[in-house]
């Protein structure tokens, strides 16, 4: 029973260029959350997405950050023109929902490192 | 009113110590109060959660009380172990109506020495 899955682990991306960072959420799950943990910090709420909908944005950068979650496929994080700032780690994470369940379950991480 | 507020940000304890982590919130429409622990590289691990409507739940060693007068709930971890050093994040949810996000405090690094 696979839990959530990240991809890249590990992302080093020079200024400038776009950094996708992919999730998969546990099967079963149609909910997915994204959350950012910079160094010597902890998480921040980013994104909250269902299968071809975001509910709430209201974490995100207002520029160069976008997100989605496809019918099909994984749900995927895009920075563009990535600055030194964005360097952080990146986590999702996915939940039923259903049954008044809150319980939300994290994957690895993607570190994305800025040059 | 959407913060959660989290001490102590750093804590030693003894091989078989008992470890408090204490948090508090303003906002009380939240319903749903998860305990996760990081190891370093890794990402957070659900560790245990409580209701509002419960004043205490307790799962092996792990346990919350939950103070919902005060605003306040806490994670306890008794005969804390080496392999309990991680840090630990309180969070808190709001209802999904207002969209399920975890709103984090900013974590307590522990530390247990043998």
């Known amino acids: 029973n696979a839990g959530v899955m990240q991809n890249p682990r590990h992302l080093v991306r020079r200024r400038g260029q776009e950094a996708r960072l992919r999730c998969s959420p546990m099967k079963g799950h149609s909910h997915v959350y994204w959350y950012r943990q910079l160094p010597e910090e902890g998480l921040k709420f980013m994104v909250y997405l269902q299968k071809e909908n975001i509910i709430d944005e209201s974490g995100m950068p207002k520029e160069r950050f976008s997100a989605e979650f496809p019918k099909e496929g994984p749900s995927i994080l895009r920075i563009q023109q990535v600055v030194r700032g964005d360097s952080a780690a990146y986590f999702c994470a996915s939940s039923l929902v259903e049954g008044g369940s809150y319980e939300q379950y994290f994957g690895p991480g993607t570190r994305l490192t800025v040059t | 009113q959407q913060q959660v507020k989290q001490s102590p940000q750093s804590l030693i304890v003894q091989k078989g110590g008992i470890s408090i982590i204490n948090c508090a919130y303003e906002n009380t429409a939240f319903d749903y109060f998860p305990w996760y622990q990081q190891f370093p590289g890794k990402g957070p691990a659900l560790l245990i959660a409580i209701r509002p409507d419960v004043s205490e739940k307790k799962e092996g060693r792990f346990t919350i009380s939950f103070n919902k007068s005060a605003k306040q709930f806490s994670l306890h971890i008794m005969d804390s172990q080496p392999g309990d050093s991680a840090t630990y994040f309180c969070?808190?949810?709001?209802?999904?109506?207002?969209?399920?996000?975890?709103?984090f405090g900013q974590g307590t690094e522990l530390s247990v020495k043998p």
């Open positions: 969070a808190a949810v709001p209802p999904y109506n207002q969209g399920g996000k975890l709103i």
